[in-house]
Nanobody, 118 residues
Framework: QVQLVESGGGSVQPGGSLRLSCAAS????????MGWYRQAPGKQRELVAT???????RYHSSVRGRFTIAREYTRNAVTLQMSLLKPADTASYYC????????????WGPGPQVTVSS
């Protein structure tokens, strides 16, 4: 059974950087989309960045140019490098994995907190 293990997050001042990592344990899909969504208090969950098994990426317009998502092939993992962070980036960041060659439901990580504040 595939599970997601997240690491990273924390608190940083505006303009700072943080890195999130998410690894799939217990297996991996051949065709998939993996990445992060985020949710701030009182707001809807929104896509931050995703990447596919063939490295097609997608970013929310508000993070494009500041965040970079990448795959770690050896660990069935993805990383999200977040730079030039803004207070508006404060949210819980949920790792997301969906297999495109399976009927299994999408998987979600626990959602570590990212806080950007001076």
């Amino acid at each position: 059974q595939v599970q997601l293990v997240e690491s990273g997050g924390g608190s940083v001042q505006p303009g700072g950087s943080l890195r999130l990592s998410c690894a799939a344990s217990g297996g991996m899909f051949n065709l998939y989309v993996m990445g992060w969504y985020r949710q701030a208090p009182g707001k809807q969950r929104e896509l931050v960045a995703t990447i596919t098994n063939v490295n097609t990426t997608r970013y929310h317009s508000s993070v494009r140019g500041r965040f970079t998502i990448a795959r770690e092939y050896t660990r069935n993992a993805v990383t999200l490098q977040m730079s030039l962070l803004k207070p508006a980036d404060t949210a819980s960041y949920y790792c997301y994995l969906v297999g495109l060659d399976t009927i299994a439901p999408a998987l979600w990580g626990p959602g570590p907190q990212v806080t950007v504040s001076s």
